[in-house]
């Protein structure tokens, strides 16, 4: 698998991820939850564009803001939901390859 179709790959996976996490989640801020839904829609804009070291550097700050959100309590799920903190890993860690 080349570089271009892992990173494709890795783009859609954590965006699946964290879309499925955002219906999880609650917060009286809906500026957080909104500023995290764009890089969400940035990434997939780029995405399009075939863009990829944008749209993945979206994704990841889509989750940076998640995780963090949840750190300060500022973001917390919903009732009945599990709290599931996800390590986010470099696409080099994930793939075992360097690319940089």
């Not at 699946?16 to 009286?28: A, D, F, N, Y």
């Not at 994704?59 to 996800?86: D, F, H």
Request: glycine content about 6%; cysteine-free; hydrophobic content about 40%.
């Amino acid at each position: 698998m080349g570089l271009e179709s892992e990173l494709r790959k890795e783009i859609k996976k954590w965006t699946e991820r964290i879309e499925k996490e955002l219906e999880k989640v609650k917060t009286e801020d809906k500026r957080f939850l909104a500023n995290i839904r764009a890089y969400v829609k940035d990434s997939k804009y780029f995405l399009e564009k075939n863009d990829l070291i944008r749209s993945f550097e979206a994704i990841i700050w889509a989750w940076a803001w998640l995780e963090i959100g949840r750190e300060v309590g500022v973001v917390k799920n919903a009732p009945g939901q599990g709290m599931k903190s996800v390590n986010v890993p470099s696409l080099s860690k994930a793939s075992g390859k360097s690319y940089l």
